[in-house]
């Protein structure tokens, strides 16, 4: 057995920059684009999953649903359940980061001379085309069973950017928590925790009809501010609430993101810098 | 330090104040393969993590392919290779699109990759397999499979972390046939291992770490004879005959022979190999006395420890008391004439 050479002189030095931490980032982007072609199982499971979530709410829930005011519950579930989505693909987020984590393939890719950060990139991206897939499938979904966006092009196009940029944020969450957790059993946490975070909001339910205290957190959740927005710019149904938090959902659905942002970003950046520690 | 290609001084680094290297040294000339020989928690794959640039230190300093390591990490990645304590390779890829992937983030461009690639899985006998998804894969093409993403840029230096555990004995040779022929390709190779077997056959010079420092390095000769050369275990038959067995084996080993009543067995150091077993088995034989099992060995690295610092490794109470059940239990140690004694320790483990 004789290894042919290829000299280190012989490729590009540099390493740092935007050009090589996004031409990095698109490689592993397309890493996880090829994960989705040998072994679509795990997506499709995610897929199957919150299609039978709608199914649920519509045909075994729905028709108890009664609405404070008065619409219909499929039109107010859908963009609910688009949400939600977006915050089950936390532990997608997660359970990849871990994975690499345990691997070993993070130490890889820090030994190796890419961007440093070119990984964290390359999951962002990935996990956002996927939130655009999965958003796209839950709107057909939507559609086959009997919900109607009463707007036009432009106001859905605003409705699905507020939704994946709410994925955006919880995207560094989920960056966060993998970096910090350690093993399997953290990614089955972030899945059971996801629940009562999508429930505690108007998702599903109108929080009007939640005892007091437990209403205001739920109008407070974050989802809520992304949800409300989505039903008044998808022309679909809420739920009536009057507080600050409800009545200014548009603007929350933006600012709610934008400070998860600015606290889960630079966290999961520090905290994979720190893996040197 | 021109003719080093890894230089550690004074190597420190703490976790929650408590040293896990204190004051590590290590000079390796390029070329050369270095075997990092220390029990559980001696350090060593700290110190790789160190070297390769994924761990900072605390103190001393480390230079490695002529680059600083802690102010030159960018420069020193480009000339490393690492091969972690488990195959870092991607599991879901076929082996080729490993090979390719990594071979782009090393800024190959596409077409340069893949050629790399098909190379590389020629060379690692992986060409067959190219196409086929990792989990697929035995331990021993995982391995070579992530020493082939180590070598897409030939690197100057190589880290080995315990490349071989869990690995069977196929495996094994599999990769140290790896090893050597990247070797003979010029690199320097650091490799760390619990198995003195895999250090002597693989190294030009050991070094042996206890406690995040390194308490003696020499050639496998060099440090044979300081530590102690193979050893002849003997099992008799019969309990009554240990004493009578031991004088025997005195006489013919020249060595003070060590007596395990519980196993039935005694243990003595040797100098000459196949010669000293074949007149022992002859004297033991003329003597009457039954044997029930005879092997010759290389010391166990809980010997060499023994040996060095007059205590056993901390892993001795646990790991090592299961082995010794092990070949107790199977009486394995059947290797008698083979000359190759010393892979028991290793079957146990595996
Ligand atoms: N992340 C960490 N946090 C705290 N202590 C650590 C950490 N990593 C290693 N240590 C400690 O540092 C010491 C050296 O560990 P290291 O992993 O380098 O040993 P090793 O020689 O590679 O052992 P092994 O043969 O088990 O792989 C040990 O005492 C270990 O407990
Ligand atoms: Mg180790």
């Given amino acids: 057995m004789t290894i042919g050479t290829l000299t280190p002189g012989s490729v590009p030095a540099r390493s740092g920059g935007l050009r090589w931490t ?123 069973v009997g919900w109607r966006p009463g707007a036009d092009a432009g106001r859905i196009l605003a409705a699905a950017g507020l939704i994946l940029l709410l994925r955006f944020a919880l995207v560094w969450v989920g960056v966060y928590l993998g970096l910090a957790m350690k093993g399997k059993e953290a990614v089955a946490a972030v899945q059971t925790m996801e629940f009562p975070f999508g429930f505690l909001s108007c998702a599903f339910i109108a929080p009007s009809t939640m005892p007091g205290w437990l209403g205001a957190i739920a109008e407070w959740n974050p989802l809520s ?34 400070v998860l942002m600015l606290i889960f970003m630079p966290l999961a950046v520090a905290k994979y810098r720190s893996l040197r520690a | 330090m021109g003719d080093f290609a890894i230089v550690a001084k004074g190597l420190r680094k703490l976790y929650g104040g408590k040293p896990a290297l204190d004051g590590l040294n290590l000079r390796v000339p390029q070329g050369t393969v270095r075997g990092l020989l220390g029990p559980n928690g001696a350090g060593k794959t700290t110190t790789v993590r160190i070297l390769a640039t994924l761990l900072r230190f605390d103190g001393g300093r480390a230079e490695v392919a002529g680059h600083d390591v802690a102010t030159q990490a960018a420069l020193v990645r480009r000339r490393i290779g690492l091969v972690g304590q488990n195959a870092a390779v991607d599991e879901v890829l076929s082996g080729r699109q490993n090979l390719v992937l990594f071979g782009r983030l090393f800024h190959l461009d596409g077409g340069r990759a893949r050629r790399r690639a098909d190379e590389l899985l020629e060379q690692f006998g992986l060409d067959d397999t190219g196409s086929q998804p990792v989990r697929t894969y035995s331990g021993g093409m995982r391995r070579r499979l992530d020493l082939a993403a180590s070598m897409i840029l030939t690197p100057s ?60 390095e020499g050639t496998p000769d060099e440090l044979k004879s300081t530590i102690g050369g193979d050893r002849i275990d003997v099992v008799v038959r019969d309990p009554r005959d240990l004493p009578r067995a031991a004088a025997a084996v005195a006489r013919v080993s020249g060595g003070e022979p060590t007596l395990d009543d519980d196993r039935r067995m005694l243990s003595v150091q040797v100098r000459g190999r196949v010669g000293t077993l074949a007149e022992t088995i002859r004297t033991l034989d003329a003597a009457g006395l039954g044997v029930e099992d005879i092997a010759l060995r290389r010391p166990t690295l809980d010997e060499v420890f023994l040996h060095l610092t007059g205590r056993r490794t901390q892993s001795a109470d646990g790991a090592g008391g299961e082995e010794k059940a092990g070949k107790g239990g199977t009486g394995r140690k059947g290797a008698a004439g083979t000359g190759d004694g010393a892979r028991t320790e290793q079957e146990v483990e595996a």
Avoid at chain 1, 79 to 86: D, Q, W
Avoid at chain 1, 233 to 253: E, I, K, Q, Y
């Fill in chain 1, 22 to 144: 996004l031409a990095d980032g698109w490689t592993l982007t397309r890493r996880s684009l090829s994960h989705w072609v040998r072994d679509p199982g795990p997506l499709i499971a995610s897929l199957a999953f919150n299609v039978l979530i709608v199914l649920m709410f519509t045909y075994l829930f729905g028709g108890q649903m009664r609405l404070p005011g008065g619409g219909d519950y499929h039109e107010f579930l859908m963009p609910g359940m688009f949400a939600m989505t977006m915050l089950f693909g936390i532990s997608l987020t997660t359970a990849a980061v871990a994975a690499d984590m345990e691997r070993g393939v993070t130490d890889r890719f820090r030994s190796m001379p890419m961007a440093s950060m070119s990984p964290l990139i390359g999951r962002a991206a990935a996990d956002m085309l996927f939130a655009l897939v999965t958003l796209v499938v839950m709107m057909l979904c939507g559609l086959a």
């Fill in chain 2, 157 to 216: 230096v190589l880290f080995l972390d315990e490349p071989t555990v869990g690995l069977d004995p196929r495996g094994r040779n599999e990769v140290w046939e790896a090893v050597r022929s990247l070797v003979r390709a010029g690199t320097t190779v650091l490799l760390t291992t619990q198995y003195l077997e895999e250090a002597d056959r693989l190294s030009d010079r050991i070094s042996i770490a206890d406690t995040g420092k390194v308490i003696a």
């Fill in chain 1, 225 to 258: 501010s992304t949800v409300t927005a989505a039903r008044e710019l998808l022309g679909n149904p809420g739920w009536g609430g009057d507080a600050w938090v409800v009545r200014n959902a548009m603007t929350m659905a933006v600012v709610w993101p934008v």
